[in-house]
């Protein structure tokens, strides 16, 4: 029988008490007690290790401290869990739907497999996280820290990152379709055949960063900084990187068919076996300096309909 989240803190608190009152803890409790900032406050955790599989869904944990705890396949979904301290903590397969987690510190916390739909992790810090093959369709991720974080395989479709900072991040093979990225911070980050597909990615810096792969269909990159980036075998078809900064950029075997480009700086940028069209491609040179960077031009019959 699994007990609700009441019950689990009234036993916290009976333990507590009997700590103030010099009787020891028990060989078997497994609990390391510390007073919280309010000592009648219900809405703390400390170090607790055995709560797995309990039922916390929707309820107001803000404050909490869950350092290090092992909070695996927990029931989270829709819990307000605003400024908390996951430091260390295990939530593999731990189900977050909906949860508020703002301002949250969830530094080298491991999430892998965790189901973050929806959730609000917007100023969160997730530094040295790990994330792999984590669930977060539609969450927001704004402003948050995700330096170095691990999201390998992460589903993150239509999730909201705008701003954050991910430098050094791993993000290969990621599901970001129709992700917001705007202004995200992506310096060295590591998006091997990461899913980008209409990802929005205006302004993004992307200096250095490994896109080796990658499906940037119809992404919009527009003055996004990719100086020294590594798009080797990309998919730019129709993608927008008007006013991009290609400088020193790796193009080899990219397609770049219907893509805009007008204005990109590509100064030194390797555009060896680089697919283009020449009706659709919006390059900022001529066709003539095209081919003498290697590129290929892909002749595509135009079809006009009958009068």
């Known amino acids: 029988m699994r007990r609700t989240a009441s019950e689990v803190i009234r036993e916290l608190q009976v333990r507590v008490a009997r700590l103030e009152r010099g009787m020891g803890r028990t060989a078997s409790s497994n609990v390391l007690m510390k007073k919280s900032h ?11 290790t055995s709560l797995n599989h309990l039922d916390l869904k929707n309820q107001d944990l803000t404050y909490s401290d869950f350092t290090e705890a092992d909070l695996n396949n927990l029931e989270m979904d829709g819990s307000k869990l605003v400024a908390c301290n996951f430091y260390k903590a295990i939530l593999m397969g731990t189900r977050l739907r909906k949860a508020d987690l703002r301002g949250s510190n969830l530094t080298e916390a491991h ?9 609000n992790l917007s100023g969160a810090n997730l530094t040295k996280a790990n994330l792999t093959k984590v669930w977060g369709l539609d969450t927001i991720f704004i402003k948050a820290n995700l330096t170095e974080t691990n999201l390998e395989e992460a589903k993150l479709e239509g999730a909201n990152l705008k701003e954050a900072n991910l430098t050094k991040a791993d993000l290969s093979k990621a599901g970001l379709f129709k992700a917001n990225l705007k202004e995200a ?21 992307l200096k250095e960063a490994n896109l080796e792969g990658a499906n940037l ?6 003055g996004a900084n990719l100086n020294k980036a590594n798009l080797t075998e990309a998919n730019l078809k129709g993608a927008n990187l008007e006013g991009a900064n290609l400088k020193g950029a790796n193009l080899k075997g990219a397609n770049l068919e219907g893509a805009n480009l007008w ?23 001529s066709e003539e300096e095209a081919q003498q960077r290697g590129m290929i031009m892909v002749h595509k019959l135009r079809t006009y309909p009958r009068s």
């Open 38 to 48: 309010k000592k009648d406050d219900p809405r703390w955790w400390q170090r607790y």
């Open 111 to 119: 999430l892998w497999n965790a189901y973050l739909n929806d959730a």
């Open 185 to 205: 911070n992506l310096t060295e980050a590591n998006l091997t055949k990461a899913n980008l597909t209409e990802a929005n990615l205006t302004e993004a810096n």
């Open 217 to 222: 269909k119809e992404a919009n990159l527009e």
């Open 263 to 285: 204005g990109a700086n590509l100064e030194g940028a390797n555009l060896k076996g680089a697919k283009y069209d020449r009706y659709d491609t919006g390059l900022p040179f």
